[in-house]
């Protein structure tokens, strides 16, 4: 039975069962089954179940229950899917902490989400701040901060079946951003949204490999894997070399990267060495990887690479697939794919008004998996947030083919001599160069200029002014004038594996402030 009622983002919408029920039947028919794999050891599907009941039951006794939200600073293990998937099961909300450099940050973060409880492990046990208000609990030894050892707890219960409380209504998942300016937000999904972005199509054959942190989009990889039979194997974290063994050993289907993890894969020796036959999708998102190195990627992975554009607050807004990235027309890798269905898109002009077909304007979005809004954050909710639309805050246009084209932050954009210019344009120039392997381009508003971090190839020849002279020549001299140039090894990331702004910047500034010191005393 369906019932219609009126969803998060205030339109109707038709109630489905919650992903969680479907997931408990999945695995229910799986039964011995592998369906996790980790450091080479199986997890059955009947033993995930049971400890999926153990947690819950171990968590209603400790007074979770609808309308509460669990936290987890979580590594990439079986328990920690447990955790979240028996928290969901007795209706509670759930969510995978991102986890800042600064334990300031990490200490605000949880403030600013207010759970009902707060679950470490031994492997992320050095990540809780102190001096926090909420209750502690661990799964594994060796957690001092906890007061309560939820792993102890549910090991003592029952691991028969546990009755689902979940409501297409209610709470269910929290998704972190990946706060590289400062504190993360997390946008907030009911079970009818979350269970629209994770009860897709997806073959049962699927081995996803796991190797980012399950805060941000490995978690829904998860889900759309299990809930469609297949077989989901972790890695603690990412490394070209280990990313490339395993997808090899594993037989690996799927694969998700962030960009420059994509581009130090494809770039690595092994590549050549390695069996990646078994692969069918290595998907990367973002805006701003240049057209050149996406071309290389191609060229390299051979027929598999996927490009989507979306985000925590909006899920995703389109893709490129493997078949249309192709190597005859690479016009088509300057795109990020077309809308996917169910996604509304338009455009909104700097004035106010919505663009005209075909003319650039700042990206608005609505769609069923979209998030409701930010968890206890009113004021960049109201901002982000209007009338069931997402701001995403990047400008881009539809081609006539219908292509998302995202040109980039739209506050991040210049004219110069009447053409713009953006990171990702200066980025895909400075990548065209022979000598350069990759290149990120950060805009540092405050002190009013831009910082191209550049990793030349090993043993090249690049310098600054090589770079400045490429984008003098194809974007004028007064584009140049701004730009500090930083050669680096390897560009500066955040935990998330995407460049880290913050980071760029300060290393921009000190070049600037070395730069004006050799003038001086010229």
């Not at 492997?123 to 792993?151: I, M, Q, R």
């Not at 040109?407 to 400075?430: E, F, K, N, Y």
Request: hydrophobic residues 45%.
């Amino acid at each position: 039975m369906t019932k219609i009622h009126e969803g998060q983002n205030g339109s109707a919408v038709t109630a489905t069962r919650p992903y969680i029920d479907t997931l408990v039947c999945r695995l229910e028919a799986a039964g011995a089954s592998p369906v996790v794999r980790y450091h080479g050891q199986n997890t059955t599907a009947e033993e995930l179940l049971a400890s999926i009941y153990r947690y819950a039951r171990a968590l209603a006794g400790l007074g979770i229950a609808r309308g509460d939200l669990v936290a987890l600073f979580a590594p990439n293990c079986s328990d920690a899917l447990a955790v979240r998937y028996a928290a969901n099961l007795i209706g509670a909300a759930a969510v995978y902490l991102s986890a800042p450099k600064v334990p300031q940050d990490r200490a605000e973060l949880v403030r600013q989400l207010a759970p009902s409880l707060l679950v470490l492990f031994s492997e992320t046990a050095h990540l809780c701040p102190s001096g926090l208000l909420v209750p502690v609990a661990a799964v594994g030894a060796d957690v001092a901060d906890a007061s309560l050892d939820l792993g102890a707890m549910a090991a003592s219960q029952a691991s028969s079946p546990v009755q689902s409380l979940a409501r297409s209504g209610d709470l269910a998942v929290v998704i972190s951003s990946g706060g590289t300016t400062g504190v993360p937000k997390g946008s907030r999904r009911d079970f009818a949204a979350y269970t629209a972005t994770v009860d897709v199509p997806s073959p049962a054959d699927r081995r996803q490999l796991i190797n980012g942190r399950l805060a941000y989009l490995s978690q829904v990889l998860v889900d759309v894997t299990l809930l469609g039979g297949g077989t989901v194997v972790l890695q603690d974290q990412y490394d070209a070399a280990d990313t490339l063994a395993a997808i090899e050993a594993e037989r690996i289907t799927d694969l998700f990267l962030v960009e420059p993890q994509l581009f130090e894969v494809m770039d690595h020796p092994d590549v050549a060495r390695r069996d990646l036959s078994s692969l069918r999708a290595v998907t990367h998102v973002g805006a701003s990887a240049p057209a050149t190195l996406r071309l290389r990627a191609r060229e390299r992975l051979g027929p598999v690479l996927a490009h989507t554009y979306g985000a925590s607050e909006m899920g995703l807004v389109s893709a490129l697939s493997p078949v249309e990235h192709d190597l005859l027309h690479p016009e088509v890798f300057t795109c990020a794919g077309r809308i996917l269905s169910g996604v509304n898109i338009r455009f909104r002009r700097t004035d106010g008004a919505l663009a005209r077909p075909g003319e650039p304007g700042i990206i608005e979005v609505r769609s069923p998996t979209m998030a409701g809004g930010y968890r206890n954050r009113p004021d960049l909710e109201a901002a982000a947030f209007a009338d069931g639309w997402y701001c995403s805050g990047d400008l881009g246009f539809l081609d006539g083919d219908g292509h998302l084209h995202v040109l980039g932050r739209a506050v991040d954009v210049a004219w110069v001599d009447g053409a713009m210019v953006s990171p990702p344009l200066i980025q895909d120039t400075l990548c065209r160069l022979p000598e350069v392997r990759y290149a990120v381009v950060v805009v540092d508003r405050e002190a009013g200029g831009w910082t191209a971090a550049v990793v030349p190839w090993p043993g090249s020849s690049a310098d600054s002014e090589r770079c400045r002279a490429e984008i003098i020549a194809r974007h004028g001299i007064a584009a140049a004038r701004p730009f500090a140039i930083v050669l680096l090894d390897r560009v500066p990331l955040t935990e998330q594996g995407k460049p880290d702004r913050v980071a760029i910047r300060e290393l921009g500034r000190r070049t600037k402030e070395q730069q004006a010191a050799i003038v001086l005393t010229s």
